[in-house]
Nanobody, 120 residues
Framework: QVQLVESGGGLVQAGGSLRLSCAASGRTFSNYAMGWFRQAPEKEREFVAAIRSVSTVYADSVKGRFTISRDNAKNTVYLQMNSLKPEDTAVYYC???????????????WGQGTQVTVSS
């Protein structure tokens, strides 16, 4: 079992930055690929970014603006979000999986989410 707790969300103006954190506890953190997803009101949950070891993958909508990283010593994964846009507004979730995949169904463990709101 892996427990995930996100933090770092908030309200920011368009063009601003936020860094989300996801602290993991339970099984060996380094064994898992970690992903970030988001869900806006009345929309389906969508993939944002994932990391496995040093390999990363991003959704086209965030490439060049968001950076995912992890610190295995701290059991934490981060999502640095720059040049934020109003369309980035959503609840952001971190998740753990065996592989760095874009498919939400492949992730076994999920956090409770953190709200990110970008004002125009």
């Amino acid at each position: 079992q892996v427990q995930l707790v996100e933090s770092g969300g908030g309200l920011v103006q368009a063009g601003g930055s936020l860094r989300l954190s996801c602290a993991a506890s339970g099984r060996t953190f380094s064994n898992y690929a970690m992903g970030w997803f988001r869900q806006a009101p009345e929309k389906e949950r969508e993939f944002v970014a994932a990391i496995r070891s040093v390999s990363t993958v991003y959704a086209d909508s965030v490439k060049g603006r968001f950076t995912i990283s992890r610190d295995n010593a701290k059991n934490t994964v981060y999502l640095q979000m720059n040049s934020l846009k109003p369309e980035d507004t959503a609840v952001y979730y971190c998740a753990a999986a065996r592989y760095a995949t874009t498919a939400a169904s492949e992730y076994d463990y999920w956090g409770q989410g953190t709200q990110v709101t970008v004002s125009s």
